[in-house]
């Protein structure tokens, strides 16, 4: 049963967070898997005869949001809508929202939110369009709005409440999982939470990972991040305690910044062949120091493709195997290459360790995928069915030749 949250963050302005904790849904966008589930952040501010609502819940939860926003205000008093992000997990329960509010309301976004805003939702009446940049003073408060395209789509902006060093950011510094806490007060439930961070930014924004870097510069270039009070994003928690730590991580996942040792290795396995050459290659691994996190497909285990990329960011290297199928890769591996190749396309070194019956192909497919990417094929070793001891010596052999490109 999904949580709501109702929590007052400011006395001046009046500023309450409205979350709810969405333990229902199994697939982000119909493809992620998130058994951690994810919350939707609202946040209402009143001030100066002023009532500002930013964002909203997905339509799933329009009545539960109405009924929460109710218990602090009635809806016809809400006077501006920032709508920072169209994707329908934040604007879904708008309509009702705007149904209660009489539709008074003046609704602030960009120009392209504002189409979609007609588009998705019929939405089209008292929308303003805003400029990136812009500033507009409501009630004793100025609102500059930022525009931070394609985190996550082109409509996207944020809000940064001049006076008090406060940024609405939306998707931007969000993360999956449903956090027992609101906020990052709490030291374990934030190293708890990172990593269900690392996935979020792959599997939703990872396409986009050049417009992160670049929107992150620009942030920077603002001089607004530095001395931010507080990051309210759409999902997750929010940072008070201490916003530059999700900004700086952030920045490690656009960047790939790895940790030290660990390797990741990804492989299918239908009888045991490649999982083979899989264990003598992470024998090696071992050997020379590295932490191999390690993925199978079998015939008894599919691990969800999302918490596969989610560990690519702050690997060293990967190492990939894969059995010939029908003159093509496995169609697990296939499917898990095509998201890597356009979610986690990082300059990190791959090994690839092919095994097939009468004819390799899985190897060569990989590697002609891998030298189109931003990957660094280090090398391709085919085995003919089991695995030899001559194959067992160029499997180390490679697993060392990829050690040396990390400096060991
Ligand atoms: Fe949380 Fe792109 O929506």
Redesign the pocket.
């Given at each position: 049963m999904p949580k709501v949250w109702i929590e007052k963050l400011l006395d001046e302005p009046e500023l309450y967070l409205l979350r709810i904790d969405d333990d229902q849904v199994k697939y982000f966008e119909a493809t992620w898997d998130i058994p951690e589930g994810i919350t939707y952040n609202a946040y209402l501010m009143k001030s100066d005869n002023v009532v500002v609502l930013f964002d909203a819940w997905k339509k799933d939860y329009a009545d539960k949001f109405l009924e929460a926003l109710s218990s602090i205000v009635d809806p016809k008093d809400i006077t501006h809508i920032i709508v920072h992000?169209t994707?329908p997990?934040?604007s879904g329960a708008l309509p009702k929202v705007l149904e209660a509010n009489g539709y008074k309301a003046k609704i602030i976004g960009t120009a392209f939110a504002k189409r979609l805003l007609e588009s998705l939702h019929g939405i089209k009446e008292n929308v303003r369009a805003v400029k990136d940049g812009e500033e507009l003073k409501i009630g004793n408060r100025t609102l500059k709005f930022i525009a931070l395209p394609w985190l996550?789509?082109p409509d996207t902006m944020i809000t940064y409440l001049v006076e008090d060093k406060i940024i609405f950011s939306c998707?931007a510094w969000g993360g999956y999982s449903i956090p027992e806490r609101v906020d990052d007060s709490d030291e374990g439930v934030v190293e708890r939470y990172l990593p269900h961070v690392t996935k979020y930014i792959v599997t939703?924004i990872g396409h986009y990972r050049k417009y992160l870097l670049e929107n992150a510069e620009k942030i920077k270039n603002l001089g607004i991040v530095d001395d931010v009070k507080m990051i309210l994003p759409?999902?997750g928690l929010i940072w008070h305690k201490n916003p530059q730590k999700i900004l700086q991580h952030y920045a490690n996942v656009g960047l790939g910044a790895s940790k030290k040792g660990k390797i990741l290795v990804i492989y299918d396995s239908m009888y045991g062949f490649v999982e083979r050459s899989v264990e003598i290659a992470v024998d090696e691994l071992k050997k020379l120091g590295f932490e191999p996190v390690v993925y199978r497909f079998t015939d008894k285990e599919a691990l969800a493709v999302s918490d596969i990329l989610g560990d690519v960011p702050d690997s060293e290297a990967l190492i990939i195997g894969a059995s010939t199928y029908e003159a093509n890769v496995h169609p697990r591996i296939r499917h898990t290459l095509y998201e890597l190749l356009d979610k986690a396309n990082y300059e990190k070194p791959v090994l690839v360790l092919g095994t097939f019956g009468w004819a390799g192909v899985a190897g060569r497919e990989i590697e002609a995928l891998l030298k189109k990417s931003k990957f660094d094929h280090v090398g391709t070793i085919e085995v003919k069915g089991r695995t030899t001891d001559e194959d067992e010596a160029k499997i180390r052999e490679e697993v060392r030749e990829l050690a040396k490109r990390l400096g060991r």
């Open positions: 992000h994707e997990d934040h996550h789509w998707d939703v759409g999902h």
